[in-house]
């Protein structure tokens, strides 16, 4: 393939498989200097004056078929664009049934690059997630006692991810542990030669601390594909600029630039049910307006968006938060009265009915709790595009929805439900610059 020069063709092409870790990668990359852009779905139209691509899909809980063959589409499209390297981007609890998805996704994207290894590593010390021989710890807790256990619909009960993706995958499952990954960038890929020669094709990495990400990055250049959480994407820049492909002119942090065009009303909307989640409700809901929407009321038919419309225009004067969060208990009671599919889509529909009739009142700056929300708040919106500015809390940027001729449409600040500090949608109001 003929390539353009660096300037006008992206290098590194990324495809996460949700809304909220897109938007947490591309942060990654920005902190590491890299102009990126952010795509909801694959776009129509060719990418220029970006380093890196990250398209978001909504591929996490998707029947495994189905998360594959988005999956493919958008990895033609980013050969299209004239990437040299290629990211596979989840999340980094690992979120995945025994089905799938993360398995299923690597083996086919690496089918279609001939990449005879893989590696795969979430951690993400910063935000307390790290891999030590195979196993995930949530701070200091093992990943299937941290409450991802109770997940509504990835639930997480083992925490050695060489067995969670070995169940998953075709191919064989090994490990690059703490030790060669100490020993530097040399190391590992020795390691990984070794592990060729045993047939291996995925290996789930170790990192404890962000300089066992740089140096995983660094063994990982030229190779075609890589899996992980965003916390590995901070080695991946490195490779570029060492290599002259990489030039920087500080373009990555005016992302942002058109924010004062819009309107200064705020809204918060949470639909996530994860602990981190639930700390900031309960902190918002002590200090600040909050409702609602409780996903039996939903199902009973009532007018749960009209409400949540009524109360906003009522404190049209301050932003509110509009939530379905609830404590594991709840959740598992609606589910078991609804089931999971039709308890989440019920909500994910509301939320994004909800934000898109605020969107029509004036309210262009939109702080988004979950995964799965973030995504149904996106598409409600018609988002394509998304300019990444600075980083909120670790792994969440704000960010600016653009038009295809770049003018700013709504300010997005999308939270995975486990990322953020308590105080955390109160921050993001004010890197979005929402009267408050």
């Known amino acids: 393939m003929t390539h353009d020069s660096p300037r006008d063709t992206p290098l590194l092409g990324c495809i996460a498989d949700d809304f909220t870790g897109a938007t947490d990668l591309a942060n990654m ?29 909504k591929s996490r809980t998707l029947a495994a078929s189905d998360a594959v063959a988005q999956s493919l589409a958008a990895l033609q499209w980013l050969r299209e664009q004239g990437c040299r390297q290629f990211f596979f981007k989840y999340c980094s609890t690992f979120d995945s ?4 998805n993360i398995g299923p996704v690597a083996e086919a994207l690496q089918k279609a690059l001939g990449a005879d290894l893989a590696i795969a590593c979430p951690a993400f010390p910063e935000n307390g997630r790290t891999v030590y021989r195979g196993h995930l710890f949530v701070h200091d807790t093992l990943l299937n006692e941290s409450g991802m256990q109770n997940h509504p619909l990835t639930p997480m009960r083992d925490a050695n991810l060489v067995r969670v993706l070995q169940r998953q995958s075709s191919g064989k499952v090994g490990l690059i542990g703490s030790v060669d990954v100490g020993r530097g960038p040399v190391a590992v890929r020795a390691r990984m030669a070794a592990l060729r020669k045993e047939g291996v094709t995925l290996a789930i990495a170790d990192a404890i601390a962000d300089k066992d990400l740089y140096t995983l ?6 190779m075609p594909l890589v899996t992980g959480g965003s916390g590995l994407a901070l080695g991946l820049p490195g490779n570029f ?45 002590a200090r600040r307006p909050a409702l609602r929407i409780d996903p039996l009321a939903l199902a009973r038919g009532e007018d749960a968006v009209q409400q949540a ?28 009265q609804l089931g999971v599919e039709r308890a989440g889509h019920l909500v994910e529909q ?54 295809a001729d770049g003018g700013p449409l709504c300010a997005l600040a999308l939270k995975s439900g486990n990322f953020g500090t308590v105080d955390f949608f109160e921050k993001a109001l004010r890197a979005l610059g929402a009267a408050h």
Do not use: K
């Not at 990055?217 to 030229?222: D, I, L, N, Q, T």
């Not at 009739?357 to 394509?384: C, I, P």
């Open 217 to 222: 990055g660094e063994a990982c250049a030229g």
């Open 350 to 403: 509301a939320m994004s009915s909800v934000a898109q009739r605020l969107y029509a009142h004036g309210v262009a700056r939109l702080v988004v709790a979950g995964g799965e929300t973030s995504g149904a708040v996106v598409q409600a919106l018609d988002v394509r595009a998304l300019r990444i500015g600075p980083q909120i809390d670790p792994g969440v940027p704000a960010t600016l929805a653009v038009d």
């Open 309 to 336: 419309i009524d109360f906003a225009q009522a404190h049209a004067d301050q932003a509110v938060l509009i939530y379905a969060t609830a404590v594991p208990d709840q959740v598992q009671a609606a589910q078991a």
């Open 97 to 100: 049934t025994d089905a799938g």
């Open 241 to 285: 600029r060492n290599a002259g492909m990489l030039i920087e002119d500080g373009a990555a942090t005016r992302a942002l630039d058109g924010l004062d065009l819009l309107p200064p009303r705020g809204v918060v909307l949470a639909g996530s049910a994860s602990q981190a989640t639930q700390g900031q409700v309960a902190h918002w809901l």
């Open 29 to 57: 990359l920005v902190r590491e200097g890299m102009r990126t852009l952010q795509t909801i779905g694959i776009p129509a139209a060719p990418v220029r004056g970006a380093d890196a691509v990250v398209v978001a899909l």
